[in-house]
């Protein structure tokens, strides 16, 4: 399953709690190759996970972490110069992010 951050999960109210709009959805993520927890993965790597819960680290503290885009990444796909302003993508410079539990 998945966390998906807030204004991705629900751009008209991304301070919705719990899992709003768009909980059940279902994404198939690939991995792009990076590097995370100093842990490298292989890109192209792809699983569908469903969305379950919101991830909301930094979006309402005004900060630059893992789910702190200002706007989702519908907007960013249809408004490319937006998006491309500070602020507006998470602090990696995605517009969206999901927090993963696959652990078995």
Not at 17 to 38: A, K, M, Y
Not at 67 to 92: E, V
Request: charged share 20%; proline share 7%; aromatic share 10%.
């Amino acid at each position: 399953t998945a966390a998906m951050n807030c204004v991705s999960l629900d751009p008209d109210d991304p301070l919705a709690g719990w899992c709003p709009l768009n909980c059940e959805d279902c994404f198939e993520l690939c991995s792009t190759g990076g590097i995370t927890q100093g842990t490298p993965t292989t890109a192209g790597t792809c699983r569908v996970f469903k969305v379950t819960n919101r991830c909301g680290d930094g979006y309402d503290d005004d900060k630059p972490d893992w789910c702190s885009q200002h706007i989702s990444y519908q907007h960013c796909a249809s408004d490319p110069s937006k998006c491309r302003k500070t602020g507006m993508t998470n602090h990696f410079g995605y517009p969206a992010h999901f927090d993963l539990q696959d652990f078995h």
